[in-house]
């Protein structure tokens, strides 16, 4: 990176009425402010988008498949997940505790937490949090034809 003298850096800078506020400004290699419309072309390559995957008939035939046993894993795509019924509500969570990287096939659900069996550590079942760790948690969308899995993925160049 090249010294520039203060003249110089403050060349590139917009007027003050167009200042952002300092936390959402960012700049380029070249030390210059990237503008919104640059910010904008910026997200539109890349970007996180979701990916619905169908993995069961109905929310009805869901329950009865968990009525037995409400923690089942299930392979949905390329990902090994957890289907989870507790208080009459359904989850999918990754089978893979963030902790140490145990299976969660064997946990218990209390209080809205599903349960590691290997620590006792706890994650909240809608946002994943506990324990300063995140679980990953997925939505599930109904649709006519059944229960969709929405799993997010990295985009390059909106792929
Ligand atoms: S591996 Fe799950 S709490 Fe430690």
Redesign the pocket.
């Given at each position: 990176m090249s010294k520039k003298s203060s003249a110089e850096r403050t060349k590139n800078v917009p007027p003050a009425t167009t200042y952002k506020p300092y936390s959402s400004r960012s700049y380029n290699d070249n030390e210059n402010l990237v503008t919104s419309d640059d910010n904008d072309y910026i997200s539109s390559m890349f970007s996180m988008k979701i990916k619905w995957v169908w993995f069961a008939s109905s929310k009805i035939d869901l329950k009865e498949q968990l009525k037995t046993q409400s923690i089942k894993p299930k392979k949905i795509g390329s990902r090994l997940v957890l289907m989870v019924h507790h208080d009459d509500e359904l989850f999918l969570v990754k089978d893979k505790?963030p902790?140490?990287?145990?299976s969660l096939t064997n946990a218990t659900c209390e209080d809205g937490m599903i349960v590691?069996p290997?620590?006792?550590?706890g994650f909240d079942l809608k946002t994943g949090r506990g324990a300063g760790l995140c679980l990953d948690t997925y939505p599930i969308e109904e649709r006519d034809d059944g229960l969709y899995a929405g799993f997010e993925y990295f985009s390059w160049f909106g792929e």
């Open positions: 505790c902790h140490q990287g145990a590691c290997w620590h006792r550590y």
